[in-house]
T-cell receptor, first 116, second 113 residues
């Protein structure tokens, strides 16, 4: 079984540019999450999809961040325009089950974003 | 304010000893608590889950306890090995917010031969 895959693994962009991160969850996992770790801080929740619906997007920092999960399969997270404070590692995770899910999260390797 | 604190940023122990990591939380009502392992440049990997009504869980050399009165979880690795060296993350799921996990900053464990 393939794990959660994320692309790109590392992206370096200038302030003001746009970046789109992609996540392919484990096949059959209805729940998909985005998390972010800024240097020196804990991993923080961004949002949660159940299939194609946003269950909880309360962790999104501001309206420069847009997440989509068309068709309930892969997801994209777009940052436009990027700011310096957006630098960090963006993790995608997926899990089985209906609704919120109750068990373990399967994480991808992360996409490291550096904004210069 | 809500906080999850892991007792130390770094823990160094000798091979064969038991490593004990602490996770304390404030102002959460956890449905359950999880422990993850993270290696450099990799994503977190799930290790154990313990529910609010459980006191202790074991898996091979791993043991986790959960005390909702003390608002604390302890994570033990017995007979530690250099391969256990990694960052260990505590995460909890609150009863009031479905889905999301709240993470501590992690404890970096180094097991030396």
């Amino acid at each position: 079984e393939a794990g959660v895959t994320q692309f790109p693994s590392h992206s370096v962009i200038e302030k003001g540019q746009t970046v789109t991160l992609r996540c392919d969850p484990i096949s059959g996992h209805d729940n998909l999450y985005w998390y972010r770790r800024v240097m020196g801080k804990e991993i923080k929740f961004l949002l949660h999809f159940v299939k194609e619906s946003k269950q909880d997007e309360s962790g999104m920092p501001n309206n420069r961040f847009l997440a989509e999960r068309t068709g309930g399969t892969y997801s994209t997270l777009k940052v436009q325009p990027a700011e310096l404070e957006d630098s960090g590692v963006y993790f995608c995770a997926s899990s089985r089950g209906q609704g919120a899910g109750t068990g373990e999260l399967f994480f991808g390797e992360g996409s490291r974003l550096t904004v210069l | 304010s809500q906080k999850i604190e892991q007792n130390s940023e770094a823990l160094n122990i000798q091979e064969g000893k038991t490593a004990t990591l602490t996770c304390n939380y404030t102002n959460y009502s956890p449905a359950y608590l999880q422990w993850y392992r993270q290696d450099p440049g990799r994503g977190p990997v799930f290790l154990l889950l313990i529910r609010e009504n459980e006191k202790e869980k074991r898996k091979e050399r791993l043991k986790v306890t959960f005390d909702t009165t003390l608002k604390q979880s302890l994570f033990h690795i017995t007979a530690s090995q250099p391969a256990d060296s990694a960052t260990y993350l505590c995460a909890l799921r609150s009863r009031s917010t479905l889905g999301r996990l709240y993470f501590g900053r992690g404890t970096q464990l180094t097991v030396w031969p």
